[in-house]
């Protein structure tokens, strides 16, 4: 099955195109990578998939449902987490999880708490105000958010951007285990190339709002002749020909 | 009982904060309070040298004004603060992408709007029965409708600023602390529509506040319910608030169509 189909997706600010008419499709239980440089149309194709940016064209479909017709039907079977967009600072974490519990209609929220505290190492600070938390507490909690209604998809903006490489290899170990024990569906918008080789089992490249190419990464590794994905990212930047084998 | 719970989700949301903070829960009932100390006052002093009865009829007129005023604006405020709380903490962008209704949104405003307004006047309302032995429920049970429509004044107003931070961006913020403030004038509270400039008066007169300040002056001087005052500010009431809340429907899909919402506050 198929949890998301987008086709001919486009989006227009005035004269800018920011995305222009991808398509693709991203299986139950796949991880899919959405890379890309600044401005690239990552975070636009998000807000799109999430309904809080309505194309110029084109359609996507999240887990059956058609997002222009009927969008609140997928949010409550799906998740964002980014470090760009913040939790209420003044609200303890354990509130901030429970305000999230009632809006997803979470049965049982002090258990499911209790449970993503156990998973993600809260219980430190579920009373501390999210305001004051470190910037991998935050990331974690962030996560704890997003997992609150156990999501069929769960969308990534940059999950482990301004992580030191311990935190962040943390939190990527943890992507993998709950993506094995849930099956959820994950769609990750990263600049960071060893997380989309490590997690994603599809990468789509997108430049200038288009996808100008995708694959597994050892396709996209052995058609760009290269050894990690960075090189193959900057081939893609800088306009380099395909250098082939 | 899902709408309910999400509704309830976004009040728990902001009640915690007032849960762990006394400066907002002082903030809340500051104004109403220094008000009624001011008008208290100012009556009292009035009254001393009208007479008993001109006197009574004097405090009742302007310290029920006083608090019906307080009522429309701290809805207005409780309702819009509510809102831009969102914006502050950087938290619209969360609450979009949740299953959370544009209608399950204003419900929870609203409620909370009632909540804070509660918290804010009710303090007000004991000083007065305490310091000048008035008690708004004396004006009798049509307090309860003129008290419904000033706080349905308020939701509207503050439905149509915050299309305008929709539409505006964070600029448009400084618009919610002033706009009913601005339509003090015209609202006729302390002194009847007559009084004003005979073009004026039509303009007062589209206002629902207008038309419950009238009654409630008829109520205290002559202990009657003009019916005609409460029908048209209902009827404005439902006028203004069916325009607002077009408004801001379109305000909505708009900042959906043009990323505002992705961005808005920053």
Redesign the interface.
């Known amino acids: 099955m198929n949890v998301i189909e987008v086709s001919a997706l486009t989006k227009r600010?005035r004269e800018t195109l920011a995305v222009d008419a991808i398509a693709f499709t991203v299986r139950e239980g796949e991880t899919v990578g959405l890379l890309g440089g600044n401005g690239a149309g990552k975070?636009?194709t998000i807000?799109m998939l999430?309904?809080?940016?309505?194309p110029t064209s084109g359609r996507i479909g999240v887990l059956g449902h058609d997002m222009a017709r009927d969008r609140?039907a997928p949010?409550?079977q799906m998740?964002?987490s980014s470090p760009y967009?913040?939790?209420?600072?003044?609200?303890t974490v354990a509130?901030n999880l429970?305000?999230?519990?009632?809006?997803?209609?979470v049965a049982g929220i002090d258990r499911r708490i209790a449970e993503l505290a156990d998973e993600l190492d809260l219980h430190g600070f579920l009373d501390r105000a999210a305001g004051k938390l470190s910037a991998g507490q935050k990331t974690r909690v962030a996560l704890a958010?997003s997992l609150i209604n156990r999501p069929r998809l769960l969308l990534l903006d940059e999950p482990t951007a301004s992580l030191d490489p311990d935190t962040g290899d943390l939190v990527r170990s943890w992507l993998e285990r709950y993506r094995a024990q849930s099956g959820c569906t994950l769609l990750l918008a990263s600049h960071n190339m060893a997380e989309v080789e490590r997690l994603c089992d599809q990468v789509l490249m997108m430049k200038a709002g288009r996808i100008v190419d995708r694959g597994t990464p050892s396709d996209l590794l052995a058609r760009y002749n290269r050894d990690d994905l960075e090189d193959v990212f900057l081939d893609i930047a800088r306009d380099r020909q395909v250098v082939t084998a | 009982m899902?709408p309910l719970?999400?509704i309830?989700?976004?009040m728990?949301?902001h009640l915690?904060?007032f849960r762990?903070?006394w400066p907002r829960l002082l903030d809340l009932a500051y104004w109403p309070v220094l008000q009624m100390c001011i008008w208290g006052f100012t009556s009292s002093f009035f009254a001393a040298r009208l007479g008993a009865s001109a006197g009574g009829i004097t405090i009742a007129a302007l310290l029920g004004g006083v608090l019906l005023w307080e009522m429309a604006l701290r809805s207005h405020l409780g309702f819009a603060v509510t809102f831009m709380?969102e914006i502050w903490?950087?938290?619209l962008?969360?609450?979009?992408?949740?299953?959370?209704?544009p209608w399950e949104l204003i419900a929870a405003l609203v409620a909370m709007s009632m909540i804070r307004m509660l918290l804010g006047v009710l303090p007000a309302a004991t000083l007065a029965a305490l310091l000048y032995h008035f008690n708004l429920l004396s004006v009798g049970p049509v307090i309860v409708l003129f008290a419904a429509n000033l706080m349905m004044m308020g939701w509207w107003i503050a439905l149509g600023c915050i299309s305008l931070i929709l539409a505006q961006g964070g600029g448009a913020e400084t618009l919610v602390w002033s706009m009913l403030v601005g339509l003090a004038p015209l609202a006729a509270v302390y002194y009847p529509v007559s009084v004003m400039p005979h073009w004026l008066q039509a303009i007062a007169l589209s206002l629902p506040a207008a038309h419950v300040f009238e009654g409630l002056r008829a109520a205290v001087r002559f202990g009657v319910v003009r019916w005609d005052h409460l029908a048209w500010a209902f009827g404005l009431n439902a006028a203004w608030l069916t325009g607002a809340t077009l408004l801001f429907w379109q305000q909505f899909?708009a900042a959906?169509?043009?990323?505002a919402?992705?961005n808005i506050g920053e």
């Open positions: 600010y975070t636009t807000a999430l309904g809080l940016l309505v609140f949010l409550a998740n964002f967009v913040a939790l209420p600072a003044r609200l509130e429970r305000v999230y519990g009632h809006l997803y209609n958010k | 899902t719970r999400r309830w989700g976004l728990y949301r915690t904060l762990r903070s709380e903490s950087r938290n962008g969360h609450i979009f992408i949740s299953p959370l209704r899909q959906r169509r043009n990323g919402l992705m």
